[in-house]
């Protein structure tokens, strides 16, 4: 019976080493180059996530509460006509956060 246990413990010992953790969102300050010009900017990279998913949610996430439509040219992505009130909190109140997060 001891080994048995034993066997057990090992076993789930080994699973919870081998097995993969959440993989950490990393943010960046960046500069991202627009034209001709560059500009201050963010980088989010996030790992074990489906890029083409991802960016459709971010478009129809740019595109919610405005008339506009994203226009994707070049690899770069704008929306004008847009005006987005307190960025800040936009995500929050979405999410139903408080302000203590």
Not at 40 to 66: A, R
């Amino acid at each position: 019976m001891k080994k048995f246990n034993f066997l057990i413990c090992l076993t789930v010992i080994i699973s919870a080493v081998t097995a993969n953790a959440q993989k950490p969102i990393i943010v960046a300050i960046d500069s991202v180059l627009t034209g001709n010009s560059i500009y201050p900017g963010l980088t989010v990279t996030i790992p074990e996530v489906d890029f083409d998913k991802t960016l459709k949610n971010w478009i129809k996430e740019q595109e919610s509460g405005t008339k506009s439509k994203v226009v994707t040219e070049n690899g770069e992505m704008s929306i004008f006509g847009a005006i987005k009130k307190n960025i800040y909190n936009y995500g929050r109140e979405k999410r139903k956060l408080s302000a203590k997060d």
